[in-house]
T-cell receptor, first 112, second 112 residues
């Protein structure tokens, strides 16, 4: 299912660098989300957007920022990466109702 | 505050035997509950959801889940496990703001 596409799929970088992860969708969904996954912690919400002009902080937004460039695009930035931001990052989309969220295949980010 | 607990880090089952992956939740109001599965190097895939109605919900790949309001549980079940069912399973509850709160995940290992 390539309806939600994340780039890059893997990234290794150094402490202090600025990183951007990108997400695009062809599902026509209004709502988009960024999560990080850590072993034993499940998925935690970083930021979410219910519409192009709407940005909301999630559970763990410190050290991250986002941009909703269009309905179909939602990017996540790490302004100055630190090692404890090493994780698997997922983008997801949904409609406005109680329908399920649809996930991309993730970006594995390693910060040295 | 809404929360989800998956009490087992790992569940082991022999192929052909029934399987259960446990989930309990805490919400205010009526719960919207979801199960997702994650295969290696892939994003989460939706399996099934409970919004209202019958307590036994049927989903993809032969999985079903039983909603029990008095026990605040939503256990995932399958009558006959397959080796290909081996994956990471997440239970989630929707909060009042239409965001998902995930459990920590349960790794299911089905042995031949």
């Amino acid at each position: 299912d390539a309806d939600v596409t994340q780039t890059p799929r893997n990234r290794i970088t150094k402490t202090g660098k600025r990183i951007m992860l990108e997400c695009s969708q062809t599902k026509g969904h209004d709502r988009m989300y960024w999560y990080r996954q850590d072993p034993g912690l499940g998925l935690r919400l970083i930021y979410y957007s219910f519409d192009v002009k709407d940005i909301n902080k999630g559970e763990i937004s410190d050290g991250y920022s986002v941009s909703r460039q269009a309905q179909a695009k939602f990017s996540l930035s790490l302004e100055s990466a630190i090692p404890n931001q090493t994780a698997l990052y997922f983008c997801a989309t949904s409609r406005r109702d109680a329908s399920p969220q649809h996930f991309g295949d993730g970006t594995r980010l390693s910060i040295l | 505050a809404q929360s989800v607990a998956q009490p087992e880090d790992q569940v082991n089952v022999a192929e052909g035997n029934p399987l259960t992956v446990k989930c309990t939740y805490s919400v205010s109001g009526n719960p919207y509950l979801f199960w997702y599965v994650q295969y290696p190097n892939r994003g989460l895939q939706f399996l099934l959801k409970y919004i209202t109605g019958d307590n036994l919900v049927k989903g993809s790949y032969g999985f079903e889940a039983e909603f029990n309001k008095s026990q605040t549980s939503f256990h995932l079940k399958k009558p006959s496990a397959l080796v290909s069912d081996s994956a990471l399973y997440f239970c989630a509850v929707r909060d009042g703001g239409n965001k998902l709160i995930f459990g920590a995940g349960t790794r299911l290992a089905v042995h031949p």
